[in-house]
């Protein structure tokens, strides 16, 4: 389907007051309707980013429900009394049913050849003329579902990352349920696409894995993700980091989806329920992730790249991650302006890393109705970026133990695992720079991270 334009209306409440049919079709699947809170995830934000910036803005729109795909562009213009939404170039696209495989499939002997659509639902599977079996009801299942993924040495699911990047990949290890037993194989496949260059899914082999009877018995019985690996190992905390990513994404996805109510109306204390889930996975997936970074910075010979980067515009991408966050507790921030360049050498992504810590510690950790200032300056030969709050201040002695490992200065709240800024200043030290801290109680807080200066 594709229609010139397709208007809807919000109001200051983020209500959908009215629309044309298809978006109204669309936010009605979604369990919501005209005055009811626009049920469309992605269109909400954009909706939200536009009365933020109280400017229009423009953007891909991707949606779905149980019938079809949608993809569009659209217009959000923010006004006093709530939005406007223009909507074009719909497009959509029937959800693949099952279907069966070509003739000429290319069948692994040992295996199976399968497809999927874009959200990874199993649309065909063809035995191999040798194959053991062939698993039953897998119309329209999810590939994690007929399959077990399993993480490679680096602790990573090449199948997921192929999803992000729309390309082929290899060496997807898994494991499937068999007549008796599970079996291991390994998958590999194609990325697909259609006339208009669209991604569509993915086409490929699961071959069966060949068995390791010749291999000893090991003396003493092993764990199935970490084996007998001891905590020291580096593959311990790679295999532990690919074993509780996955699982944590699929809680936070699904509590989200509850507590936002797009799949229908629920009684409010559920919602409640279901965000305060959504809240705790991602504070234990943000565990996950300085676990992983501690373990890599802690590597022998670990060394950051050094990248040509401008301080002044990585202050601006941190403020413009956590603008929203800083919102809600009406705090302000003060942050460089365009031209406020500061050019250094240091790795682009663990600069971001580091400012990102130091400017969410400052939003979590300042009073409402309060502000936040970064700065970019230069001393020599080195350029500094600095993030001062209103908060409670650090004391001497606190100073002094602030970036040892997990310290979180007495805290007993959930807003970090106290490794942050253990981990921000072994970056920032491999990066050639430093991150210090003035301070002191009652006058808020100052961190500074400086790196090599770059001149121009």
């Known amino acids: 389907m594709s229609e010139r334009l397709i208007r809807g209306r919000i109001d200051r409440s983020g209500g959908l007051v009215s629309a044309d049919t298809p978006l109204l079709r669309l936010q009605q699947r979604a369990g919501s309707g005209l005055n009811k809170p626009l049920a469309l995830p992605h ?74 659509d874009q959200q990874l639902r199993m649309v065909a599977l063809r035995r191999g003329a040798e194959a053991p079996f062939v698993p039953e009801n897998w119309e329209a299942r999810s590939l994690s579902e007929l399959f077990e993924l399993q993480p490679d040495a680096e602790g990573r699911f090449p199948v997921l990352q192929a999803l ?43 071959a069966l894995d060949e068995a390791e009877e010749d291999e000893p018995a ?26 509780l990513r996955g699982p944590l994404s699929r809680i936070i996805a699904t509590a989200e989806t509850i507590s936002g109510q797009f799949d229908g109306p629920i009684r409010a204390d559920y919602a409640r329920y279901a965000g305060d889930i959504a809240h705790a996975g991602r504070h234990l997936l943000g565990l996950v992730d300085d676990l992983a970074d501690l373990q890599n910075i802690e590597r022998p010979g670990f060394k ?32 460089p302006r365009v031209d406020d360049k500061m050019p250094a050498t240091g790795e682009f992504r663990r600069v971001l890393q580091v400012l990102l810590n130091l400017l969410g510690n400052a ?94």
Request: a negative charge; charged letters at 25%; proline letters at 5%.
């Open 164 to 206: 992000a990047r729309q390309s082929r990949f290899t060496g997807q290890r898994v494991r499937a349920e068999g007549p008796g037993d599970r079996i291991s194989m390994t998958l590999s496949a194609d990325a697909l696409f259609d006339a208009t260059g669209r991604f569509t899914g993915f086409r490929g082999i699961a």
């Open 43 to 116: 269109l909400a934000r954009l909706v939200a980013l536009a009365q933020r910036l109280q400017r229009d803005i423009s953007r891909p729109l991707y949606a779905a429900d149980d019938h079809s795909d949608v993809h569009a562009v659209v217009r959000v213009i923010p006004d006093a009394e709530g939005a406007s939404i223009e909507i074009s170039d719909w497009r959509t696209r029937p959800i693949a049913v099952p279907q069966a495989p070509a003739a000429t499939d290319n069948v692994a002997p040992q295996g199976w050849s399968w497809e999927c």
């Open 363 to 456: 939003i979590r950790y300042s009073p409402d109705n309060s502000q936040i200032w970064i700065r970019v300056d230069r001393d020599g030969d080195r350029a500094m970026v600095t993030v001062a709050d209103q908060g409670q201040g650090i004391s001497s002695e606190q100073q002094a133990v602030v970036f040892e490992k997990f310290e979180r200065l007495g805290r007993t709240d959930s807003g970090g695992s106290g490794l942050g800024l253990y981990i921000a200043r072994r970056l920032a030290r491999a990066m050639d720079g430093e991150l210090t801290v003035e301070s002191a109680p009652g006058q808020g807080a100052r961190f500074t991270l400086s790196l090599p200066a770059r001149d121009v």
């Open 304 to 335: 950051a790249a050094a990248d040509e980067i401008d301080l002044g515009d990585l202050a601006r991408r941190a403020v413009g991650l956590l603008g929203m966050k800083a919102e809600e507790k009406g705090i302000r921030i003060d942050a």
């Open 218 to 243: 090991a003396s003493m019985p092993t764990d199935p993700v970490f084996g007998s690996l001891p905590l020291s190992d580096p593959q311990f905390g790679r295999r532990i980091d690919g074993a």
